[in-house]
T-cell receptor, first 113, second 113 residues
Framework: DVKVTQSSRYLVKRTGEKVFLECVQDMDHENMFWYRQDPGLGLRLIYFSYDVKMKEKGDIPEGYSVSREKKERFSLILESASTNQTSMYLC????????????FGPGTRLLVL | GNSVTQMEGPVTLSEEAFLTINCTYTATGYPSLFWYVQYPGEGLQLLLKATKADDKGSNKGFEATYRKETTSFHLEKGSVQVSDSAVYFCALISNFGNEKLTFGTGTRLTIIP
């Protein structure tokens, strides 16, 4: 079974802190994704990566950056956390062939005070 | 651009009732269509998918048929159980150039005994 793990289930941070969210997948998938989930808005793509050191902006990249130094690991960075970044963050991975299923981690619920 | 519109929730049904959650989409070309489910406290998991017109995806008693003429992918189940209580997301991947999933806003389903 594909396994996608995220470093924390819950995080509480203060405004202005630098925040790292880590995601690891064990199926050698080429693609990895970061989404945020907010009530009434569904899931929105922040960034995705199709290879090591490669990244593309999603629909809402402002205030975020990412890092992919190894194929299995994809990090989301909030350079200076703000209260409007309080959300549920979901990581996913998939193979690179067209139309492939994305596999999701359990999510990190981030509260920024 | 691509978009997914799904039935607003929340939806509350009695056990053994018939379920339909409507989903329509806008996309260029021939997208692949998905239903994901999110159980309380968990990440998303694939429920079913269809990759071409007239395909029927099915899993755990749920079904959805890819209708190109009506650009729809409605989710149905003949007899729901309490354990089906979850949030359901309709999504698509365009077959043009990238692997970004476009999600609907989600429909919260509650089944009462």
């Amino acid at each position: 079974d594909v396994k996608v793990t995220q470093s924390s289930r819950y995080l509480v941070k203060r405004t202005g802190e630098k925040v790292f969210l880590e995601c690891v997948q064990d199926m050698d998938h080429e693609n990895m994704f970061w989404y945020r989930q907010d009530p009434g808005l569904g899931l929105r793509l922040i960034y995705f990566s199709y290879d090591v050191k490669m990244k593309e902006k999603g629909d809402i990249p402002e205030g975020y950056s990412v890092s992919r130094e190894k194929k299995e690991r994809f990090s989301l960075i909030l350079e200076s956390a703000s209260t409007n970044q309080t959300s549920m963050y979901l990581c996913a991975s998939s193979r690179i062939q067209g139309g492939m299923t994305q596999y999701f981690g359990p999510g990190t619920r981030l509260l920024v005070l | 651009g691509n978009s997914v519109t799904q039935m607003e929730g929340p939806v509350t049904l009695s056990e053994e009732a018939f379920l339909t959650i409507n989903c329509t989409y806008t996309a260029t070309g021939y997208p692949s269509l998905f239903w994901y489910v999110q159980y309380p406290g968990e990440g998303l998991q694939l429920l079913l998918k269809a990759t071409k017109a007239d395909d029927k995806g099915s899993n755990k008693g749920f079904e959805a048929t890819y209708r190109k003429e009506t650009t729809s992918f409605h989710l149905e189940k003949g007899s729901v159980q309490v354990s089906d209580s979850a949030v359901y997301f309709c999504a698509l991947i365009s077959n043009f150039g990238n692997e970004k999933l476009t999600f609907g806003t989600g429909t919260r389903l509650t089944i009462i005994p």
